[in-house]
């Protein structure tokens, strides 16, 4: 079947079409600027690369671009519309009512409204690139893939927080996590490595310029580090992570902020970039810190050190510990700091192979980073969320014609 999976951002589109067939990507690209003066970067499956400046005013518009660019008789990879069988949305939070992959239908994005409130700046993107699939391809099943949805196996007492009750019976606040279809991923591939899924023991470090780590027992998610946003956990690049709940209005008072200004603050401008002062980039940072850079060093411990305790208090959760995974951008690529993490975890059994682990980078094979004598399987395995959404889109497409 081909799947096209959209990923819409509120001035950008990114899209990739699938066979699931053969799980290839036949084309993959990225509409941006959109309401603007436009912009559409399309790679074919050969690598081949073309950039067209295009006006788009809206998501509708990008779209037609998209299917447009995909049936071009020179760069494209189908022949007409009609050949896209279904197209899987990226969502980033479902709230309190999606609770798995869904076909959109009427009453799904009324829900699918009510999410604005949890993800303000990505929920209502998520609408614009829905409709405009929907107005551009009548008929096309719509299907919508949330990052909450492979969290939602969590019990009560690590997704609850411990505020007065009638603040979740009002507001729904919870603990939901994010990055679900990429743990959702990795921690399938450990299990096949593993050879079961029941049984298992698994830490999953998504580890980006967002990041979180996630507890997965019989390869359902026990607990994770983002919580009602993805604001919640370690250290990312602009983002403070955890931190005293006193700190918000002491900040506020102190310097002036408006609740609007605080939040902007914590995701905007702490994280690697507020610590170090140099960037929001860990390859700057590492660079500045290798340099002597006294706040980019304390930056670079920060994250290791806070990943470092959630393996641990995870391994408590579930009771040991049978493999931890590195993926996503810092987790693939910076073995420095898989290096700091994994050091002085020798009390769980874990043990680094450091040539290994120094030379995986930059590349998209899953390597076994643990020592032979490691009693902890330590694995890079490079995320692949856009084949989780095509293969639930297609799973649901696909009982649509029983």
């Not at 009548?138 to 009638?166: C, R, S």
């Amino acid at each position: 079947m081909n799947v096209l999976v959209v990923n819409a951002g509120s001035s950008s589109l990114k899209y990739q079409l699938f066979d699931t067939n053969t799980g290839s990507v036949m084309a993959k690209g990225n509409c941006e600027r959109i309401g603007l003066d436009g912009k559409i970067e399309h790679k074919q499956a050969d690598g081949t690369k073309t950039v067209k400046e295009i006006e788009m005013p809206n998501h509708s518009v990008a779209i037609r671009v998209v299917v447009d660019t995909l049936t071009d008789p020179t760069i494209g990879c189908i022949k007409s519309m009609s050949e896209i069988e279904a197209v899987g949305h990226r969502v980033v939070h479902g709230g309190p009512y999606f609770f798995e992959s869904v076909l959109a239908t009427e009453e799904v994005i009324e829900k699918l409204e009510l999410c604005r409130d949890f993800a303000p700046l990505h929920t209502g993107a998520h609408l614009m690139g829905l409709k405009g699939c929907m107005d551009e391809m009548p008929g096309v099943p719509q299907v919508l893939v949330f990052d909450t949805a492979f969290h939602q196996t969590m019990p009560e007492e690590a997704y609850f927080y411990p505020l007065a009750y009638e603040m979740y019976e009002k507001y729904h606040i919870r603990r939901y996590g994010a990055h679900g279809t990429s743990h959702r991923f990795v921690s399938g591939e450990m299990c096949k490595i593993l050879g079961r899924t029941e049984g298992t023991k698994v830490v999953t470090c998504h580890l980006g310029n967002g990041s979180s780590i996630s507890a997965v027992k019989d390869g359902k998610v026990l607990d994770t580090s983002m919580g009602f946003t993805p604001l919640d956990g370690i250290e990312m690049g602009t983002r403070c992570g955890a931190i005293d709940p006193a700190i918000v209005p002491y900040i506020m008072e102190k310097e002036g902020f408006t609740p609007a200004e605080m939040s902007d603050f914590m995701n905007k401008k702490c994280g690697l970039l507020g610590v170090s002062g140099v960037s929001s980039d860990s390859r700057d940072v590492e660079q500045a810190a290798a340099e002597g850079n006294k706040r980019a060093i304390l930056a670079t411990k920060i994250l290791a050190y806070q990943i470092k305790k959630f393996i641990g208090s995870y391994a408590a959760a579930m009771g040991g510990l049978d493999a931890i995974v590195f993926t996503a951008g810092l987790g693939e690529n910076n073995p420095l700091l898989r290096e700091r993490v994994c050091a002085d975890l020798e009390f769980l059994g874990v043990k680094i192979d450091k040539t290994a682990n120094d030379a995986a980078h930059h590349q998209s094979n899953t390597i076994k980073l643990s020592a032979g004598d490691s009693k902890v399987d330590v694995y890079l395995i490079p995320t692949n969320e856009e084949l989780v959404i095509a293969s639930d889109t297609e799973a649901i497409a696909k009982s649509l014609k029983k």
